[in-house]
């Protein structure tokens, strides 16, 4: 009896350390499990019935696949050391980094709705980010204090907690992890076989997830897969112009200024927010329904420039391709004034939109952030001085991009006319514990385009003292919107919904009667109206998708390029498209039924295809 007690306790105690790693791993896959919620909470994911509960057992498994990782690393410590405290030690450092990386993950999803992955890497890591991308010291504070939780609590788990569990079975939750990783993967392989957007959902909600799909096997046996994406064919050279730009004989050659302004969308412009805009859109054309070229800066401000979808972006960067137009404005003699309150290395406009103009721009300034949209202005208007004291004067291209309504919207006290958070005050962590809280920054961000407006009301006066105004074709738009919480998400370049698209726009053309165009128009309307007035000889074909808005042509849809999708947007509906499944929304951004009239007809995604393949060859 005493030899058989003894090699129990031994036989106890060997096994001792293959329970303590079990548990610590098992714990930690619940602890991941529920971190995981945070990507699903608050975050419309569209799942019903079957899908739903197996997306819950994706959850377990893919917790259960993630932590194999830090508990395959720590496996020969926890096993063969005898110095017990240094592997627990490390162990609970390794599992401890694998949270605080799906926390980050996490915060980064909720905010963006994707995933940390090598493009926002590169995104972080382009020269100029910063004047784009800033994080507050609260969130830098909140995150330093959470990862030092995460390390420490893992730590005390690993050195004090996960001895005493050792001592208990465990077979019921390693076989439960085994279990939900065997059923979900065998439900989403069958309900991927009716319900394409299913395995979709779940590979982009949660991190790393790799699907099952037995759609090969199951063609096999006669399955037909119906369901149709809409990809726009990216491969090809980028052919723009497609023929040579000319002006008739005797063509006019006013000036042109474009105004961009950040996170400009459709409601903000009002008497009271932005008077000097407001009251300058009555002597132009105001349009109503704009819609920007991309729901980000990038793709936005790309197709106010060039005419064309911002899907061309990524053509026109690798083949150093610049406005054509711009090169027909430098062969007649046009100067170029070109102004960033932002540097403009980021989103690579210097490598694309001003390749060629690049000595005229100016994106640096040796001011505080809050005063660069003023000292921007007060660049323009001294250039605008200088130019009236010349007796022969060249006409001018200019370009200003207004920043200080980019998030934390930093304004001076003489512009707080609206109720909101303080003047460059945003708590990213908040932010993404609950997008609601996103609608108390709307009052400082109104109070930033009333900061910018001061300033485009300087620049207008300007040219109206200085007689250019009634030879200056002016445009001003938003480069994209900015969404606070109405469709459950925060700032721009999340989703293609109306609030994070729309934006306001503006066109004076000298000797034209203001009008207020309520028909829907896009960012590559504004090229061909200028090129249109101007006198251009080619189609609009040649060089753009836009048609001029002084025109007679009325357009019933408009594109819309961000990182991985796309959409096409018409009166009534909004057509997500590309690399997942393709989905039609109403104008709120909700599931529209399969046979709704309000969904997009094929001639329009036809002709929208076909715009995204038009310059290619």
């Known amino acids: 009896m005493h030899a058989t007690s003894a090699r129990a306790v031994n036989t106890a105690a060997k096994s001792r350390p293959w329970r303590e790693w079990a548990w610590l791993y098992l714990s930690n896959c619940i602890f991941t499990a529920v971190l995981q919620l945070g990507y699903v909470l608050g975050v419309p994911v569209g799942l019903h019935g079957t899908a739903r509960l197996a997306f819950a057992m994706a959850m377990v498994s893919q917790a259960g696949f993630l932590n194999l990782i830090p508990a395959l690393l720590t496996a020969w410590p926890l096993l063969c050391w005898r110095q017990r405290t240094p592997a627990r030690f490390g162990a609970g450092i390794l599992f401890a980094l694998l949270q605080v990386a799906m926390l980050s993950d996490m915060v980064v999803f909720r905010l963006f709705h994707r995933h940390f992955d090598g493009e926002v890497w590169s995104i972080l890591t382009t020269k100029g980010v910063g004047d784009s991308l800033r994080v507050d010291s609260a969130s830098i504070v909140v995150a330093t204090i959470v990862v030092f939780l995460f390390i420490g609590a893992s730590v005390a788990f690993a050195l004090w907690i996960t001895p005493g569990l050792a001592r208990r079975r465990l077979r019921f939750g390693l076989a439960a992890i085994l279990i939900a990783l065997l059923v979900e993967r065998t439900a989403f392989a069958t309900i991927d076989l009716w319900d394409i957007s299913a395995v979709p959902t779940v590979h982009d909600t949660l991190p790393l997830y790799q699907p099952l799909t037995i759609k090969p096997l199951a063609k096999k046996f006669g399955y037909t897969d119906s369901e149709i994406y809409l990809t726009p064919n990216h491969l090809g050279w980028l052919q723009l112009p497609r023929r040579p730009l000319g ?100 989103p690579g406009f210097r490598q694309t939109c001003f390749l060629r103009v690049a000595p ?34 060249h006409p001018f291209f200019g370009f200003m991009f207004f920043d200080a309504s980019h998030q934390p919207y930093e304004h001076p006290p003489e512009d707080s006319i609206h109720e909101g958070a303080k003047s460059g005050e945003i708590n990213y962590w908040k932010l993404a514990v609950s997008p609601a809280g996103a609608r108390a920054l709307k009052g400082s961000y109104l109070n930033s385009l009333h900061y910018v407006d001061r300033q485009i009301g300087r620049v207008v006066k300007a040219l109206q003292d200085q007689g ?131 969904r997009a007809s094929s001639a329009e995604i036809a002709r929208a295809l076909e715009d995204l393949r038009m310059f290619l060859k």
């Open 247 to 346: 002006l008739r004989p005797g063509a006019r050659e006013p000036n042109i200024l474009f105004i961009a302004v950040e996170g400009g969308r459709f409601d903000a412009l009002d008497d009271q927010t932005m008077p000097n805009l407001s009251l300058f859109g009555r002597d132009s054309f105001r349009l109503t329904q704009n819609f920007s070229t991309g729901n980000d800066t990038r793709y936005g401000i790309f197709g106010l420039l060039y005419g064309i979808p911002g899907n061309y972006w990524v053509r026109a960067l690798r083949q150093k391709i610049s406005p054509p137009w711009f090169d027909l404005l430098a062969g007649r003699g046009y100067e170029f004034k070109l102004l960033s309150c932002g540097d403009l290395n980021y």
């Open 360 to 393: 005229a721009l100016t994106d640096h300034w040796d001011t505080p952030r809050v005063d660069r949209d003023r000292a921007m202005t007060d660049n323009f208007l001294n250039y605008l001085a200088a130019r009236a004291g010349q007796p022969a004067r």
């Open 468 to 598: 250019e105004y009634d030879r200056t074709i002016i445009v001003v738009a938003g480069d994209h919107g900015e969404e606070f919480g109405e469709s459950g998400q925060v700032g721009h370049g999340v989703s293609f919904n109306r609030f994070q698209t729309q934006t306001f726009a503006i066109l004076h053309l000298p000797g034209e009667a203001p009008r207020v165009v309520n028909h829907l128009t896009s960012h590559v309307d504004f090229v061909p109206s200028v090129l249109a007035w101007m006198g251009i000889t080619n189609v609009p074909g040649d060089y753009t998708t836009g048609m001029p808005i002084q025109g007679q042509e009325v357009r019933t849809w408009a594109l819309i390029g961000g990182w991985q999708d796309s959409a096409m947007v018409n009166g009534t509906g909004i057509t997500v498209f590309g690399h997942s499944p393709t989905r039609y929304l109403d104008l709120n951004y909700q599931e529209l039924p399969r046979y709704d009239s309000r």
